[in-house]
């Protein structure tokens, strides 16, 4: 009995069809453990986590930052990361972040800016606000703002 003909073209496909089905299953393991664009870093706590969404300053149609709101160290903090598109196309800028205090008379604490500056990040000092209600808030002073979602 005679084997069935096999061209060099089925071989190929073959071949390509076995690549192909190996990049489609590693590529999941590979998006799930990618590493995030930056990491959150706070220079007066080693240990925060990340409470409640992450907001946008967009400016002129362009996302200017991230803002976020981190608890550790017993202590809440506003952050605020300024995205790479927008360093890659100016050279400075305000910023600010703070913890906004979410009571019948509300309040920013924590406030901390940088003027004229290039920096990509600023977390906002620490506040002792864990048993109130707070969202992070960053802004651009005087253009743009946003804030989180608050937490309680």
């Not at 406030?111 to 808030?137: D, M, P, Q, V």
Request: some cysteine; hydrophobic content about 40%; proline content about 4%.
């Amino acid at each position: 009995m005679r084997a069935p003909y096999i061209s060099s073209m089925s071989i190929l496909r073959s071949k390509v069809a076995q690549v192909l089905l190996a990049v489609l299953l590693a590529a999941p393991t590979s998006l799930a453990i990618a590493s995030p664009a930056h990491a959150e870093t706070n220079p007066s706590c080693s240990s925060v986590t990340q409470i409640g969404s992450t907001a946008y300053v967009v400016i002129g149609g362009a996302t200017f930052a991230s803002v976020k709101q981190f608890k550790g160290c017993s202590k809440n903090w506003g952050y605020l990361f300024v995205w790479q598109s927008w360093r890659n196309s100016h050279s400075s800028w305000d910023m600010c972040a703070a913890v906004a205090v979410e009571t019948s008379d509300p309040y920013l604490d924590g406030i901390k800016c940088f003027y004229n500056t290039s920096r990509a990040e600023i977390w906002s000092y620490g506040t002792n606000t864990l048993s109130l209600c707070t969202r992070g808030i960053g802004w651009w002073p005087d253009r743009a703002s946003a804030k989180t979602d608050v937490r309680c």
